[in-house]
Nanobody
Framework: QVQLVESGGGLVQAGGSLRLSCTAS????????MGWYRQAPGKQRELVAT???????DNVDSVEGRFTISRDIRKNTVNLQMNSLKPEDTAAYYC?????????????WGQGTLVTVSP
């Protein structure tokens, strides 16, 4: 059973920064992709940023230039540095890990951490 534990959420004013961390219960290199999703009240969960086992990163346009995903392999941790936060970034942020398995790929989720950005 894989465990993903998020931390680092909180309340911040617009323009501020937060750093989210996701620590996995095993080596993050065993996952094909790890990423961060977010879900605002009344909205669907959406992808924010991803990092592959090879270290390639990607993010959605709405956070381009503001959010950076990174990893610390020794600590089994994936981080999301969030700068220049906006009220529309307010959401519950979830860590995700995907692994290729047969007959079915597996997907794991953390419990979520709340980020609130005040105007």
């Amino acid at each position: 059973q894989v465990q993903l534990v998020e931390s680092g959420g909180g309340l911040v004013q617009a323009g501020g920064s937060l750093r989210l961390s996701c620590t996995a219960s095993r080596s993050i290199l065993t996952f094909n992709t790890m990423g961060w999703y977010r879900q605002a009240p009344g909205k669907q969960r959406e992808l924010v940023a991803t990092i592959t086992s090879g270290g390639d990163t990607d993010n959605v346009d709405s956070v381009e230039g503001r959010f950076t995903i990174s990893r610390d392999i020794r600590k089994n941790t994936v981080n999301l540095q969030m700068n220049s936060l906006k009220p529309e970034d307010t959401a519950a942020y979830y860590c995700n890990a995907k692994e290729s398995r047969r007959p079915k790929n597996l997907e794991h989720w953390g419990q979520g951490t709340l980020v609130t950005v005040s105007p």
